[in-house]
């Protein structure tokens, strides 16, 4: 008898590096557009290097916060702020999914169209955000419109509270209900185990 080797194919899949090296073209990308001191560009590129490393060390997320400082040294434009807006998001993401995925495996693409879905969803809501707010506010307008940023950062602080409330109401609720597995909280299998 002779000992087969196992194998799993996966039909379309990509190496599990390739996310980390998504991370580094995310941020390269965003800060060549974004970022006009070539300091920043060489501290981001380096903390997204960094990240394909040791992606615990959170380098990317450093990296990523590289860009909307770019927004902040240059003069307010829509389109840039959708740009950082997208960014960003893409990078989180990606480094999120980089964070647990070994570089050494391969990722199935079906695995990723839920992580993919969220983004969009995401961005179909930030987008329009992003273009919308300058229109309100008008070229001249900024000045007078400093009061949106702690508006959203409140109305961010109440959506957190009653999500965190929903969770522990719904832990609440859960450790109320009788345990299905029986009073020795071992499984009921009807027999000998």
Same mark, same amino acid.
């Given at each position: ?6 194998? %799993?194919?996966? +039909? @379309? ?5 390739? *996310?980390?090296?998504?991370?580094? !073209? #995310?941020?390269? /990308?965003? &800060? ?18 960094a ?22 040294v ?24 980089? %964070?647990?995925? +070994? @570089? ?5 693409? *079906?695995?990723l169209?839920?992580? !993919? #879905?969220?983004? /969009?969803? &995401? ?8 273009f919308?707010?300058?229109l309100l ?57």
């Amino acid at each position: 008898m002779t000992a087969r080797s196992h194998t %799993l194919r996966v +039909p @379309a899949a990509v190496p599990g590096i390739a *996310l980390r090296l998504l991370v580094v !073209a #995310l941020v390269a /990308a965003g &800060v060549l557009l974004l970022m006009p001191y070539a300091l920043w560009q060489g501290i981001a590129i380096v903390m997204a290097v960094a990240a394909v490393f040791v992606p615990a060390s959170l380098a990317a997320w450093a990296a990523a916060a590289c860009l909307p400082f770019g927004l902040l040294v240059t003069e307010p434009s829509a389109t840039r702020t959708a740009l950082a807006v997208l960014l960003v998001h893409a990078i989180h993401v990606v480094a999120s999914l980089a %964070l647990v995925i +070994p @570089a050494r495996s391969r990722v199935a693409l *079906l695995v990723l169209g839920p992580s !993919a #879905l969220r983004f /969009a969803v &995401v961005q179909l809501i930030a987008q329009p955000t992003a273009f919308g707010v300058p229109l309100l506010v008008g070229a001249s307008g900024w000045a007078t419109a400093s009061w949106l940023a702690p508006a959203a950062a409140g109305s961010l602080a109440v959506g957190l509270a009653v999500a965190l409330a929903a969770l522990r109401r719904a832990d609440a609720e859960s450790r109320s209900l009788p345990s299905p597995a029986g009073p020795l909280g071992g499984a009921n299998v009807r027999g000998p185990s």
